[in-house]
């Protein structure tokens, strides 16, 4: 008796992968795994590709809102800036660096937040369960944040400062241990040079409280010290008449927002008596004006005759 031969079913194609692999191949086995072999490799190329472009126009959106071409960077108009206008060249500078800085963190959380996706939906596309990988990489993380917590507390730190712009390219300030002029604001680490030109590295994270000489306004304060017989009101008139003459000169005038005050005695000794005289100047100039009335007081009181202090009449101690 002849046998029938068994004919093969073909495959049932639940979607249109398997059906178009069968019509193009003819082969059972291809058709069944067209959905692994074909479709979730596509699907998954997809991800990465759209990933990249999203994170692409992403980045190319923040390099656009830092660059201000010379201007004030979009970025920085909605954040409040505190750098003095006198600053000069070094106020785009300064802003450059803030915009950038603020910019690369953008970045880096663009980034991570899209690449993460994209991880997350290929994990998901290969049927794998990512409640326990995300569950592990939540204690990794805690794990890291703990092992480099003085590093995260150094980068935080420096974020609020850039969002707050408590100091900046150009800046004089007090860090505690270091004093000098801003060169250099990074996420991790400040950089500044002192008045002997030593460069100091200051980790943000350590900052605990920054004098900042640059905002708003400066005081140029002058003590003069006379001694003890001297007539204090004669050498008020002459402190307002030199500071009067001092301010007034070219190189000063524009430094200077108010007029010279006398405050008057300060401090008695018997040795002498010390007069205090103040001059609201614009930021980083306060130095300069101290010098200058310094030098011309000291020679117009001397020219007038006022009694020096006792210390400056005593010779000199033989060795």
Same mark, same amino acid.
């Given at each position: =008796? ?9 495959? !049932? ?9 069968? !019509? ?13 072999? @074909?479709?979730?490799?596509? !699907? ?58 603020? *910019? ?19 994990? /998901? +596309?290969? /049927? ?9 990489? %939540? ?7 703990? /092992? ?10 420096? =974020?609020? =400062?850039?969002? +707050? #712009?408590?100091? %900046? ?20 680490? &400040? ?5 002997? *030109? ?12 920054? *004098? ?23 050498? &008020?008139?002459?402190? &307002?008449? @030199?500071? %009067?003459?001092? @301010?007034?000169?070219?190189?000063? !005038? #524009?430094?200077?927002? +108010? ?14 008596? &010390?007069?205090?005289?103040? @001059? ?17 007081? =000291?020679?117009?009181? +001397? ?17």
């Amino acid at each position: =008796m002849n046998q029938i031969p068994f004919a093969l079913e073909p495959p !049932k194609c639940a979607d249109a992968w398997c059906t178009q692999v069968l !019509k193009i191949t003819g082969n059972e086995w291809l058709a069944a795994s067209a959905n692994w072999l @074909v479709a979730k490799p596509v !699907k998954i190329v997809m991800i990465l590709l759209i990933a990249v472009l999203i994170r692409m126009l992403a980045h190319r959106v923040i390099d656009r809102l830092t660059s201000g071409k010379g201007k004030m960077p979009a970025l920085l108009r909605p954040l409040r800036e505190r750098a003095p206008q006198a600053l000069g060249a070094l106020l785009s500078d300064r802003r450059t660096q803030r915009a950038k800085t603020i *910019g690369s963190v953008l970045k880096s959380v663009v980034s991570f937040i899209v690449y993460g996706l994209a991880f997350v939906l290929a994990l /998901g +596309e290969l /049927g794998v369960n990512i409640a326990p990988i995300i569950a592990s990489a %939540g204690i990794v993380g805690v794990a890291l944040g703990f /092992g480099a917590q003085n590093l995260v507390k150094d980068f935080l730190s420096g =974020m609020f =400062m850039m969002l +707050e #712009d408590q100091y %900046g390219v150009g800046d004089v300030v007090d860090l505690g241990e270091a004093k000098g002029t801003i060169e250099a604001v990074g996420l991790r680490i &400040t950089t500044l040079r002192d008045i002997n *030109g030593t460069v100091w590295y200051v980790r943000n994270g350590e900052i605990l409280r920054v *004098g900042n000489s640059s905002q708003g306004f400066a005081v140029a304060t002058l003590d003069l010290a006379v001694g003890y017989g001297a007539d204090v009101d004669q050498v &008020t008139e002459i402190l &307002t008449r @030199v500071a %009067g003459e001092v @301010v007034a000169e070219e190189q000063f !005038k #524009d430094s200077v927002i +108010e007029p010279p005050e006398v405050l008057g005695v300060e401090k008695v000794t018997p040795e002498s008596i &010390t007069i205090r005289m103040t @001059v609201k100047v614009r930021p980083g100039k306060q130095y300069a004006v101290q010098r200058a009335l310094r030098a011309r007081t =000291m020679a117009a009181v +001397e020219e007038a005759g006022v009694p020096a202090p006792l210390n400056r009449l005593l010779p000199p101690p033989v060795a």
